[in-house]
């Protein structure tokens, strides 16, 4: 049995996966394009909204609206939707922080629920158990490119008179029934972030298909200005929100190439998922028969330490980190956070255990050849087989 490299054996993988952000030449001429036009900022230029434009229409969308981050993305879209003080917004505990401080920043108060075992998406019952009357919307995040169950959570908005807000910070590409994430509920929000599927460093995309509601979004994020009117015309107390034409120049750039890297992660996904499917204690991330494609942010797989002679994930995660695998960590569940400790809300077990009960794998690994996204596989088995004598060891430090 080959010893591990946490415990000064050799490591699985000297070699190191991709590297992420990807760039080249693409993104270079971009920029110096930009540059000598002097047109910087989109008042100016067309570039970020060229971008906008096209990725709207590679995930099935309408309108696009190119914005300064995916959190600005969610308080328009609030905005847009008449959301403000005295009116909830549900929220999985599950996600980033900023999928529930964009709903304080509007005024609103946002209410935490638990989410499904397996997907960490939003459990569309215990969303309908948390509505009351000043409920306004749902916000459901795709967790790790996953697609929470838009069926039943169409329905439920349906016949509760509620908005659906799609946030798909780690959906860019993930599919369901044939269509894009980000164009099933009223909005769908992306965040272009560093570590994101497509990124410029910051930056996000606000989708709809609804005229009406383009219109108000579009208002909000560019200082409340009304399209047609004098520039110093300003109808609403909006925000300014523009992307940069740098950024949309960089990000026309990654969109090129995406749905390359898309393919690849899909398919290197599916097969990582079905080997770690043979280890005992390794339950990875299901893909449901309706989700046609996961864009995979992260590969996330739940892990039974009893099938690891009771190593605790973290212990696990720095033995895996030492074979060379690049991990993520999971988001803490929201109501652990300080931030909303006075908040009232039910339990959340689901949440609480999956934060600590999952390895997120990034996904740059996905882009590596075959056999190197299965050498996942193979560190997680020489962890299963060294386990008892790492824990053993830890238990003398």
């Not at 529930?100 to 397996?118: F, K, M, R």
């Not at 750039?253 to 398919?267: G, I, K, V």
């Not at 099938?307 to 995660?317: I, K, Q, T, V, Y």
Request: proline share 5%; glycine share 10%.
């Amino acid at each position: 049995m080959a010893e591990l490299a946490i415990l000064g054996g050799p490591p699985l993988r000297s070699r190191p996966y991709p590297s992420w952000p990807i760039w080249d030449d693409t993104e270079r001429d971009a920029l110096i394009a930009t540059l000598q036009s002097g047109a910087w900022w989109s008042g100016d230029g067309g570039r970020a909204q060229a971008f906008a434009d096209r990725f709207a229409t590679f995930q099935g969308a309408r309108h696009g609206l190119p914005m300064t981050n995916g959190t600005h993305t969610i308080e328009a879209a609030l905005v847009a939707l008449g959301v403000g003080r005295g009116d909830e917004v549900i929220v999985p505990a599950i996600t980033f922080v900023a999928s529930a401080t964009a709903v304080l920043a509007v005024g609103a108060e946002p209410v935490i629920v638990d989410v499904d075992a397996d997907t960490l998406c939003i459990d569309p019952a215990a969303a309908e158990a948390a509505i009351t009357p000043a409920t306004r919307a749902i916000i459901a995040v795709h967790c790790g490119g996953c697609v929470a169950d838009l069926d039943a959570l169409l329905e439920l908005c349906d016949r509760r008179g509620l908005q659906l807000v799609e946030d798909c910070a780690h959906a860019h590409g993930s599919s369901w029934r044939g269509r894009g994430v980000g164009s099933w509920g009223a909005f769908g929000s992306f965040s272009m972030q560093g570590g994101k599927l497509i990124t410029a460093g910051e930056g996000g995309v606000l989708l709809t298909n609804d005229d009406r509601l383009e219109d108000l979004a579009w208002q909000h994020h560019n200082c409340g200005r009304e399209r047609g009117r004098w520039f110093y015309h300003h109808r609403t107390a909006g925000s300014n929100l523009r992307m940069t034409e740098w950024q949309g120049a960089v990000l026309s750039a990654q969109l090129q190439r995406f749905p390359d890297q898309h393919a690849t992660r899909n398919a290197n996904a599916v097969v990582l998922g079905a080997a770690l499917a043979e280890i005992p204690g390794i339950r990875p991330q299901p893909r449901d028969e309706r989700m046609d494609a996961n864009g995979n942010y992260c590969f996330i797989f739940h892990y039974d330490p009893g099938s690891f002679a009771g190593l605790p994930l973290r212990e696990f995660e720095a033995a895996l980190e030492a074979e060379g695998i690049p991990l993520g960590v999971s988001y803490p569940s929201l109501g652990d956070l300080e931030l909303f400790a006075g908040h009232d809300r039910p339990p959340l077990p689901v949440a609480v255990n999956a934060a600590a009960t999952t390895v997120w794998v990034e996904h740059r690994t996905l882009l590596a050849r075959r056999e190197s996204v299965l050498d996942v596989a193979r560190a997680v088995e020489k962890i299963q087989a060294g386990a008892a004598e790492l824990v053993a060891r830890s238990a003398t430090v």
